[in-house]
C-alpha cells in the first residue's frame, strides 16, 4: 500500500504550488482579454485572449503527459510553470509595444502553466486510495482557491505598478504571474520527492507500459464511463470558459471599473476551488455519475441567471458565476476521478492527457466562438447557447445509473 505521509507531502506540495499557479494565472484572464480588446480596438477579438491560453493548455497536455511517463509528475509539472513564465514576460513586452501576436504568442504559453495546473490533479491521486480518490484530487483542486480569488483582485494594484514602470495597466497581472509561477516551479523541482507518479509504477504489480495517444483514445472511446467522464469535463470546461471570458467585455459596456470587473472574476473564481473538498467528499459518497449530473443542473440554472443579467448589475452576475463556477468543480472533480478509475492501469497518463487535450481544444473554441456571439448577438444569447451541450449532456446521463464507481 502507499506510503499515507508520502502522500500528505504530495497533496502539501502539489496545493502550495496550486496556490502559486492560481495566483499568476487567474488575474490574467480578464488582463487578457481587457489588453487584446485594447490594442486590437476590437470586442470580437477579446476572446482570442484565453482562447490563445487554453490553445496553449490543449497543446502541452499530451507533452507534458508524455514526459510524465518519461521522467514523472515533477519534470512535467515544472515545465510547463516555467514556459508559463516566459509567456507572461512576453505578454509585457507585447503590451509595451502594442505587438498583438507577441501578447497571443505568451498568452499561448500561459497556457502551459494552466495545463500543469490541470494535470496536478492527477497526480495527486497517484498515490491515494480508491476510497479517497476524489477528496484527495480536490485538495489539490482547492489549492488553487487563495491565489486564483486573489488574482483577480490585484489587477488594480498591479496596474497601478506597471504604469509607474511606464508599462500599460494590463500588462500588472503579468507582472505577478511571472514571479509566483517561478515561485511555484521551484516548490515542485525542490519539494515533489519522490516522485509520485513513479513511486506508484514501483508499487503497482503491473508494470507500465508506454501507452501511445491513438492507443489511449481507442481505450477510451470503447469505455462507456471514460466516454462520459470526459464528455463532463469538456462540456463543463466549454460553458465556463465561454461565459468567463466574456463577463469583463460585458461588465465594460457599461464602464464598470477594474475593481468591481475583479471581484465578480473572484467570486466566479471561489465557486470553481472554495468547495471542493466539498464536492470531492460527495463523489466519494454517492459516486462521480451522480457529482457530474449534480454539476450539469447548477450549470444549467447559472445560465439563466447570469444571461438575464444587467452588464452593470454586478451582484447577480456574480451569483450567476459563482453557480458556474461551482458547477465546473462538480464535473471537473467527478469527471477526473471517474476517468482515472475507469481506464486500465497502463492507460492512465496517457488517457489524463488526452482528457486535458480535447478538454482544452474544446474550450479554445468556446472562447473564440463567444467573442463572436456577444459582438453580433449578446450575451445573454452566449449564455443560452452555451447551456445546449450541458442540457444534452444532462438528458443523455438519466441513462446512467448514479452510483457507479462510487
Not at 485538495?139 to 505598478?161: C, E, H, K, R, Y
Request: aromatic share 6%; hydrophobic share 50%; net charge positive.
Amino acid at each position: 500500500m502507499p506510503n499515507t505521509q508520502l502522500q500528505q507531502k504530495v497533496i502539501r506540495t502539489l496545493a502550495t504550488a496550486q496556490v502559486l499557479n492560481g495566483l499568476g494565472v487567474a488575474g490574467t484572464v480578464a488582463a487578457g482579454s481587457l489588453l487584446v480588446s485594447s490594442v486590437s480596438n476590437s470586442e470580437t477579438l477579446a476572446g482570442l485572449a484565453q482562447t490563445s491560453s487554453v490553445l496553449g493548455a490543449a497543446a502541452l497536455a499530451l507533452p507534458l503527459a508524455r514526459l510524465t511517463q518519461i521522467g514523472g509528475r515533477r519534470l512535467a509539472l515544472s515545465m510547463g510553470l516555467i514556459l508559463g513564465v516566459i509567456g507572461s514576460l512576453l505578454v509585457i513586452s507585447g503590451g509595451l509595444n502594442e505587438n498583438l501576436y507577441l501578447i497571443l504568442l505568451g498568452t499561448f504559453l500561459v497556457g502551459a502553466a494552466s495545463a500543469s495546473g490541470y494535470q496536478a490533479r492527477f497526480a495527486a491521486i497517484d498515490l491515494a486510495t480508491s476510497q479517497r480518490s476524489s477528496q484527495q484530487l480536490s485538495f489539490v483542486v482547492w489549492g488553487s482557491t487563495i491565489g486564483a480569488v486573489a488574482g483577480p483582485n490585484l489587477m488594480q494594484p498591479s496596474g497601478d505598478f506597471a504604469r509607474k514602470l511606464g508599462f500599460p495597466e494590463l500588462v500588472g497581472p503579468y507582472f505577478i504571474s511571472a514571479i509566483t509561477l517561478t515561485l511555484a516551479a521551484a516548490v515542485i523541482l525542490i519539494f515533489l520527492r519522490p516522485d509520485p507518479y513513479l513511486t506508484a509504477n514501483k508499487l503497482s504489480s503491473e508494470k507500465q507500459k508506454q501507452i501511445t495517444n491513438k492507443l489511449a483514445l481507442k481505450h477510451i472511446l470503447g469505455n462507456k464511463l471514460a466516454r462520459f467522464a470526459i464528455a463532463a469535463i469538456t462540456v463543463g470546461h466549454v460553458a465556463m470558459v465561454s461565459v468567463m471570458v466574456m463577463t469583463p467585455i460585458h461588465m465594460a459596456h457599461v464602464d464598470v471599473t477594474l475593481r468591481i470587473i475583479g471581484i465578480v472574476i473572484s467570486i466566479h473564481v471561489l465557486g470553481m476551488y472554495a468547495f471542493s473538498p466539498v464536492v470531492g467528499l460527495v463523489s466519494d459518497r454517492i459516486g462521480g455519475v451522480a457529482t457530474i449530473k449534480i454539476g450539469l443542473a447548477t450549470l444549467l440554472i447559472s445560465s439563466v441567471i447570469a444571461g438575464t443579467s444587467p452588464a452593470g448589475d454586478a451582484i447577480r452576475l456574480g451569483v450567476g458565476l459563482f453557480l458556474l463556477g461551482l458547477g465546473w468543480s462538480c464535473t471537473l472533480i467527478a469527471g477526473s476521478t471517474l476517468l482515472s478509475q475507469s481506464v486500465e492501469l497502463n492507460f492512465k497518463s496517457a488517457s489524463q492527457g488526452a482528457s486535458d487535450l480535447v478538454m482544452n481544444l474544446a474550450g479554445a473554441g468556446g472562447g473564440a466562438v463567444a467573442g463572436v456571439i456577444i459582438a453580433t448577438l449578446s450575451y445573454g444569447w452566449l449564455c443560452l447557447i452555451a447551456s445546449i451541450p450541458v442540457a444534452y449532456l444532462a438528458l443523455t446521463s438519466l441513462k446512467l445509473k448514479p452510483g457507479l464507481l462510487k
